[in-house]
């Protein structure tokens, strides 16, 4: 059974920093990419930032410079380091990954959130 399982996050005041991580079980699959989202009251879901096996980053325009993703791929996991963060930062925040298997494509699959408040 695939489990996607965050944790780190909490109450920091603003201009403080939390890093957050995801443990991603079911060795035998490939995930890629790794991926957080969140998703703050009344808003729609927003991919946050994204990250392949190889490394490859991308972040969306208002975490950029704050935010950094990194993954450990020997323990299927990935991190998100939060700083600098500001009140517009509170949401949950979902990991996400992609997984294949000798080739074959399994779906998507999301953990199961973490609260993130930012407090001014």
């Known amino acids: 059974q695939v489990q996607l399982e965050e944790s780190g996050g909490g109450l920091v005041q603003a201009g403080g920093s939390l890093r957050l991580s995801c443990a991603a079980s079911?060795?035998?699959?490939?995930?890629?990419?790794m991926r957080w989202y969140r998703q703050a009251p009344g808003k729609q879901r927003e991919l946050v930032a994204v990250?392949?096996?190889?490394?490859?980053?991308n972040y969306a325009g208002s975490v950029k410079g704050r935010f950094t993703i990194s993954r450990d791929n020997a323990k299927n996991s990935v991190y998100l380091q939060m700083n600098s963060l500001k009140p517009e930062d509170t949401a949950v925040y979902y990991c996400?990954?992609?997984?294949?298997?000798?080739?074959?494509?399994?779906?998507?699959?999301w953990g199961q959130g973490t609260q993130v408040t930012v407090s001014s």
């Open positions: 996400n990954a992609d997984l294949s298997s000798a080739g074959l494509n399994y779906g998507t699959f």
């Open positions: 990250i392949t096996s190889g490394g490859i980053t």
């Open positions: 079911g060795s035998i699959f490939s995930f890629n990419p």
